[in-house]
């Protein structure tokens, strides 16, 4: 300090006539002295966590930053950075976007130019730079679910089956920084907004994605806020709440191993991203939704790849895997992959299953499930409402909502069609009695 003062007076010229060189080094010095100290005085993985933790937030409230994240920015092996830190991170990411968004608009005086689409855009495109995703080469040589379980019990759980190149997990994460579209969308009456969207190549964020984002339509049209258990972390005032919150957990299984390595970058940005959007993402790669768990084939679709070779099937004679096989010399394109029955998949991720789970957390949850399984759907309806789990979930005071693309065409005999028709219609009433919805999706 005494040299910093004599470098003050002096002009404080460093060696090579830089102004203050030598006053910058003994301030690093001073600085590094204090770090160690402390940690001297706590060396444990609970202080690394906290200096992580900060500079985790320094980085997302900081400089405008959404490329490579520091080495700090996310769990170091053998240490588990507090889930509590980051969700105080995106309660600040939302009320610094909430404000943004609520200036912008009271700053539009009129809605019939320009001016105000770009406004927004601008806004969106400032909440993105708070937003610090780890680099490609962190994306992709290390597996943040791996030491840890792939089931929770969550209170707030979307499940994508079918997911293939986790375009619809993607937009499910959307609707958690995507802020501004609901809030410009009722004071403007107008649906050509641009929006907050991932990069599905790039795993950027971009603020000028077009179109409505059909996940986020589900949880709006068809949940109801008023029924879902308060979380303190989820708004930022009274006046501004969220479909989307952070006690969310999200599962998609796929079986296709051509989309294994993009499926675990996805679930690793999604994770180790700061803020991060939601308590638990995790990918069932080369796995698929079927009636009873353990190992079946998967007939791959090779014939589709303008449409992600979204063919792939459990049924053999779908007609994309039979063209696949007619391609490959007649020989089938079969892989082997693990099944998930849905029993097996609710009763592991939805909160009120979780033994010993209290009376709160039996009650005031939501689960969300996307359904595009190629023609398995009809027997998988019939095994949810012959479980009951999902009426039992409903009647512990729950929301369920199934959003089901349905591939009749997959069956060409006339007899099996109908009665896979007549299955579904069944198996849905009787679902529909005890209070879960259900979407047509797409």
Known sequence: ??????????????????????????????????????????????????????????????????????????????ITTARASDGVSMRQWRETTYSACDDGIAASKSFDDAAWKERKRQIDAEAIRRLNVPSDEVLETT????????????????????????????????????????????????????????????????????????????????????????????????????????????????????????????????????????????????????????????????????????????????GDAVASAKKNGGKSTATPVKAISPVTLLKNTLMPFKPGATADEKSGGSVVIKMDVEGVEFDLLKLIAESQVLCDYVRMGNQAVMAVEYHLHVFNDKVEKSEMDKRAKVAIAEMQKCGVKFARWK
């Open 1 to 78: 300090l005494t040299m910093a003062k004599k470098k003050k007076k002096t002009g404080g010229r460093g060696n090579k006539g830089k102004k203050g060189g030598n006053a910058c080094n003994v301030k690093l010095i001073v600085l590094a002295t204090t770090v160690f100290a402390m940690f001297a005085v706590d060396r444990s993985a609970d202080f690394l966590n906290r200096i992580m933790d900060t500079a985790a937030m320094n980085d997302s409230f900081g400089a405008p930053s959404n490329g490579n994240i520091g080495r700090a920015s996310f769990p170091l092996p053998g």
């Open 143 to 318: 597996s943040y679910n791996d030491a840890r379980d792939a089931y929770k019990h969550c209170k707030h759980v979307f499940i994508d089956l079918g997911a293939n190149i986790g375009d619809t997990l993607a937009r499910f994460a959307d609707g958690h920084f995507d802020l501004c579209t609901p809030l410009w969308s009722k004071a403007t009456s107008k649906r050509d907004i641009s929006r907050i969207e991932t990069n599905l190549t790039t795993l950027r964020y971009s603020a000028d994605a077009s179109g409505d984002n059909d996940i986020a339509g589900l949880f709006t049209r068809y949940l109801d806020p008023r029924s879902m258990t308060p979380v303190e972390n989820n708004h930022s005032s009274s006046q501004h709440s969220s479909m989307f919150r952070e006690d969310m957990c999200a599962y998609a299984l796929e079986g296709n191993p051509i989309f294994t390595a993009r499926l675990k970058k996805l679930e690793n940005m999604l994770m180790m991203m700061k803020p991060r959007p939601m308590e638990h993402v995790h990918v069932f790669t080369q796995t698929v939704i079927d009636v009873k768990d353990g190992e079946t084939e998967l007939f791959l679709d090779t014939v589709n790849p303008q449409y992600n070779f979204w063919g792939s099937s459990l049924i053999s004679n779908h």
